[in-house]
């Protein structure tokens, strides 16, 4: 059974940083490009960062540029997402996704796998 979960989500101050992590389980997750999504309340779920199979391309929506990194080991068949300078407005759930494709990917049909999800809230 595939299996993508998160971790590392939690309660931090604005300007603080958190650092989230995906393990994946199930198969072997070291030839896909992997995502980071986010769903804000009321909100629809977006796009946050992408990372190629290899780990040598990375792609970012606008709003995390210069703040958030993405990153990936494949021997431990995770990947992270290091955020910086967190913002208000960055409270969401974030979720973990795998696509079997090898390119960058920022839609989220282009995913095959879904993690559930956790909780990131940043206060003023």
């Known amino acids: 059974q595939v299996q993508l979960v998160e971790s590392g989500g939690g309660l931090v101050q604005a300007g603080g940083s958190l650092r989230l992590s995906c393990a994946a389980s199930g198969r072997t997750f070291s030839r896909d490009a992997m995502g980071w999504f986010r769903q804000a309340p009321g909100k629809e779920r977006e796009f946050v960062a992408a990372?190629?199979?290899?780990?040598?391309?990375?792609y970012y929506t606008d709003s995390v540029k210069g703040r958030f990194t993405i990153s990936r080991d494949n021997a431990k068949n995770t990947v992270y997402l290091q955020m910086n300078s967190l913002k208000p407005e960055d409270t969401a759930v974030y979720y973990c996704?795998?696509?079997?494709?090898?390119?960058?990917?920022?839609?989220?049909?282009?995913?095959?796998?879904w993690g559930q999800g956790t909780q990131v809230t940043v206060s003023s």
């Open positions: 996704a795998a696509s079997r494709g090898r390119r960058l990917y920022s839609r989220q049909y282009e995913y095959d796998y």
């Open positions: 990372i190629s199979w290899s780990g040598g391309s990375t």
